[in-house]
């Protein structure tokens, strides 16, 4: 059974840091590509980042770019996202995802493989 367990969502002050983590088990992780998304009440998930199968190549969307670094570790499984110079506009539920390629993390979530339950992240102004 695979499961993505996230971790180190809460409630932070604008301009603050968190740091986001996915531990993977039951598929060969090295095998996906690791993103992760967010979703907020009313609107659709949305891709944030993703990196490689091996770490080697890393993806954002514009907005987050320059603050969050998305990084892995496949010796334990896990992906994680650095969030820095967090804003109001970051607040949202966000997942951990996996999937066999870039695609579906990026533009067609409907085809990703596997996903986390998801932890919170409230950035307050």
């Known amino acids: 059974q695979v499961q993505l367990v996230e971790s180190g969502g809460g409630l932070v002050q604008a301009g603050a840091s968190l740091t986001l983590s996915c531990t993977a088990s039951?598929?060969?992780?090295?095998?996906?590509?690791m993103g992760w998304l967010r979703q907020v009440p009313g609107k659709e998930r949305e891709f944030v980042a993703a990196v490689s199968w091996s770490g080697g190549s890393t993806w954002y969307r514009d907005s987050v770019k320059g603050r969050f670094i998305i990084s892995r570790d496949n010796a334990k499984n896990t992906v994680n996202l650095q969030m820095s110079s967090l804003k109001p506009e970051d607040t949202a539920l966000y997942y951990c995802?996996?999937?066999?390629?870039?695609?579906?993390?990026?533009?067609?979530?409907?085809?990703?493989?596997?996903w986390g339950q998801g932890t919170q992240v409230t950035v307050a102004s």
């Open positions: 995802a996996a999937a066999e390629s870039l695609p579906p993390i990026v533009k067609r979530p409907n085809e990703i493989d596997y």
């Open positions: 039951g598929l060969t992780f090295s095998s996906y590509i």
